[in-house]
């Protein structure tokens, strides 16, 4: 066991799916844009590199950092983009990434790595993905049978949902 690594690190394979979570987030979150806007793209990169560094160092606070920058660039996408739906599967793969994130930190801390939790975190991943799926099946039809595209009230709600989104994951 190294110095720098904790004595439970996060589980292997919930760290991998987060990982890969977010790597998803970044594409999906930031495709429409192309290659016009960089703001957007290094901020999915960056948060993709601080979620993993949350992971590497079983912390949480790098976790929720990681998570609002990808929230933040599919944020600053749905702004600028025409169609909303990427933008809506990038914040709920960020959502994927920070659970399975925070769920490889917690079971890493109660049972370590070498547990045999594969199953148990396939199953938590498989709930993530569920939740995040109907949460975007949900946002999409509400912008279906909005009338007039997107409306002010929405992007207020959306602001709203960040704020709330913050302080739930720094505390």
């Known amino acids: 066991m190294t110095a720098n690594r904790p ?4 589980t292997r394979t919930s760290a991998l799916l987060a990982v890969l979570a977010g790597v998803g987030s970044v594409v999906v979150g930031t495709s429409p844009i192309g290659t016009s806007a960089v703001a957007p793209l290094a901020a999915g990169v960056v948060g993709v ?3 993993t560094q949350g992971l590497l160092q079983a912390a949480r606070s790098w976790l929720a950092a990681g998570t609002l920058a ?5 944020t600053m996408v749905a702004f600028a983009a025409s169609d909303p ?3 809506l599967g990038g914040a709920a793969l960020a959502f994927v ?8 930190v917690g079971l890493g801390e109660q049972v370590g790595r070498r547990g045999a939790t594969a199953r148990q975190e396939l199953r938590n991943a498989g709930t993530s993905v569920a939740v995040a799926a109907v949460a975007v099946g949900a ?15 929405a992007l207020a709600v ?3 949902g960040l704020v709330v989104l913050f302080v739930l994951l720094w505390t």
């Open 7 to 10: 004595a439970l690190a996060p």
């Open 139 to 153: 946002g999409w039809a509400t912008l279906a049978v909005a009338p007039g595209g997107v409306p002010v009230v």
């Open 85 to 87: 739906l990427p933008s």
């Open 158 to 160: 959306l602001a709203a």
């Open 70 to 74: 990808l929230v933040g660039a599919t």
């Open 49 to 51: 590199l601080l979620l």
């Open 97 to 104: 990434a920070w659970d399975c994130g925070e769920y490889a």
